[in-house]
């Protein structure tokens, strides 16, 4: 994200990726473009692609709209200029994440800063 044409990257992997590259792109989006990133995640909601997803050390099949969009009622929500470590802190309770509420692009981001510490 930091990189100078990190914006022009991301929405080429959202145009031209795999299923997996598209979510990442939009994870990017997210952060670099929230007014493009409103517009085009709707188009990810309706896919009926799937990818391999990971919890814990269970591997398994997830659609590609429930990782944009989860229907459910303790999905964490994180505003752009917020982190996750702001959930972590106020939040006691149990919470999913997807990507149109900012969950995953704040984990991505939380762990891109912490691999640029070392």
Do not use: H
């Amino acid at each position: 994200m930091k990189e100078n044409k990190s914006d022009e990257a991301f929405k080429s992997i959202l145009r031209n990726g795999t299923p997996a590259g598209r979510l990442y792109g939009l994870c990017g989006i997210y952060f670099t473009d929230y007014v493009f990133f409103k517009r085009s995640f709707r188009r990810l909601v309706n896919s009926d692609d799937t990818v391999m997803k990971m919890s814990g050390c269970v591997v398994y099949q997830e659609k590609v709209a429930n990782i944009v969009e989860l229907e459910s009622d303790n999905v964490a929500i994180i505003k752009p200029g917020k982190t996750i470590e702001d959930v972590w802190k106020s939040n006691n309770q149990t919470y999913q994440l997807d990507i149109s509420r900012g969950g995953y692009p704040a984990i991505f981001r939380y762990y891109a800063e912490i691999r640029n510490k070392k």
